[in-house]
């Protein structure tokens, strides 16, 4: 199937590293021009080049820029910078999240900032040329701990929870203009060098349950997700919107 991803543009918050650089490759494979973001300066500039010289010859065009999705200024500027650079936007994926885990004041003003403000701040000033575009679509990288208990109180599902309910906002309010908007909650992602990768090395036990309470026995891949992102984002996903897909190989064990 033809996703129909050729000569569009994408932007991804936070695409350096794990599901969202997955997300990337996924897309420039695709013949998608992919602009990205991370913190890390020396990491994005790796992965832009990483983008350049294995796909390249899809015929895509990468742009990469060190901004902190904590800092509205930053992040206004690199969504700008990276739509000027595009030549316009088709895909926006919000994809970095402030992965709070404690629930103090300081973890749910990072989950405020990273999951829910940075995609605010990176819609509106996408908005002008998601309207011009054909394809247009906004996707948000959820998690299953916007729906489901995992043990542990923190802002992190409730943050996600809110990502949700932005997206379907956006798709009731945009879809007149040919803007789609959808949330995609991955669960549990093993990928090296990732979180899970890190539980794998010091707790093997504790994964090894993991593994066992998910349906198909193993967690989930990066690449897995990117197909899903992918596949939801292009023009062959057209259909899907205002939702909240669940990719999570049945690990929360709901009906829906
Ligand atoms: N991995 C999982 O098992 C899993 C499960 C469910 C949901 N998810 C969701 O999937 C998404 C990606 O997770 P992941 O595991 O792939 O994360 P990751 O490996 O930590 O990668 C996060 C990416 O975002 C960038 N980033 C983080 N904070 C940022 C900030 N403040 N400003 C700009 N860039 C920032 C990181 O680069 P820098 O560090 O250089 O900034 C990196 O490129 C997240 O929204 C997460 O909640 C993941």
Not at 115 to 140: C, N
Request: a negative charge; glycine letters at 12%.
């Amino acid at each position: 199937m033809d996703l129909g991803l050729n000569g569009l543009r994408a932007v991804i918050l936070g695409g350096s590293r794990g599901i969202g650089w997955y997300t990337a490759g996924q897309l420039a494979r695709e013949g998608c021009s992919v602009a990205l973001c991370a913190r890390d300066a020396d990491g994005v500039a790796k992965a832009a080049e990483t983008l350049q010289s294995e796909h390249g010859e899809n015929g895509g065009s990468f742009f990469g820029e060190s901004a902190d999705l904590r800092d509205a200024d930053a992040t206004r500027a690199f969504v700008r910078d990276a739509i000027d650079k595009l030549g316009g936007l088709d895909i926006l994926i919000h994809n970095a999240s402030g992965f709070d885990n404690k629930g103090d004041e300081e973890g749910w003003a990072r989950s405020f900032q990273v999951d829910v403000m940075a995609g605010v701040r990176a819609v509106e000033e996408a908005l002008p040329a998601l309207k011009d575009s054909s394809a247009a679509s906004i996707t948000f990288i959820g998690s299953m701990a916007s729906k489901f208990y995992f043990g542990r109180r923190s802002s992190y599902g409730p943050a996600k929870a809110a990502m949700r309910a932005y997206a379907n906002e956006l798709a009731q309010s945009f879809g007149r203009d040919g803007i789609r908007a959808n949330a995609i909650s991955p669960g549990a992602v093993h990928f090296p060098g990732g979180s899970w990768d890190q539980v794998k090395q010091s707790q093997p036990e504790f994964y090894g349950k993991v593994e066992k309470a998910i349906p198909l026995g193993r967690l989930g891949t990066a690449e897995e997700i990117a197909r899903i992102v992918a596949f939801v984002a292009s023009p062959a996903g057209l259909w899907i919107n205002a939702t909240h897909i669940a990719a999570d190989g049945g690990q929360v064990a709901a009906v829906d």
